[in-house]
């Protein structure tokens, strides 16, 4: 029985220090199962894109998705798994609008501008297109939207 309990004690006490000592990540990161590393990426970002023509996911949704992939991968210095989830999240939020995919658009905008404070110089480029493009989605509203993605709208 002793020898249980200070096991007991002695897993609590590594569980606990684990815990602490794990990098702070913001609380809402939702990546999807396939990852832009994995040879099968190609295949979830076409059907992520079937179910957002046909009304199913909301690009929002999506673009979340994709802001969590490239925030994990870069904290995971997969620099190329990075760049191809802004890539998709680049042309994704191309069919959002601030009406209708509001909160996926804020959980994407967030985890962009953390991911931008840490992320070396040569990725700035690609998370600050990323960001103009979210930012430019929000302030959109459907009407905007053609057919087969944004129009001008004349001032």
């Not at 970002?45 to 999506?62: F, H, S």
């Amino acid at each position: 029985m002793k020898r249980a309990t200070t096991l007991l004690l002695i897993s609590l006490f590594f569980s606990v220090a684990s815990g602490a000592a794990a990098p702070e990540t913001p609380r809402d990161v939702n990546p999807g199962v396939i990852g832009p590393d994995h040879p099968l990426y190609s295949i979830d970002l076409a059907v992520d894109d079937t179910l957002q023509r046909i009304g199913v996911k909301p690009p929002g949704e999506i673009a979340h998705e994709r802001a969590s992939e490239a925030f994990v991968a870069a904290e995971a210095n997969l620099t190329e798994a990075r760049d191809r989830a802004l890539t998709a999240l680049n042309r994704t939020v191309g069919q959002a609008n601030g009406l209708r995919d509001g909160t996926g658009l804020e959980n994407a905008q967030a985890l962009l501008t953390e991911l931008q404070e840490t992320a070396p110089a040569e990725a700035q480029d690609g998370l600050q297109d990323a960001l103009d493009a979210v930012s430019e989605a929000k302030n959109r509203f459907p009407t905007d939207l053609g057919p087969s993605g944004p129009t001008e709208v004349p001032e």
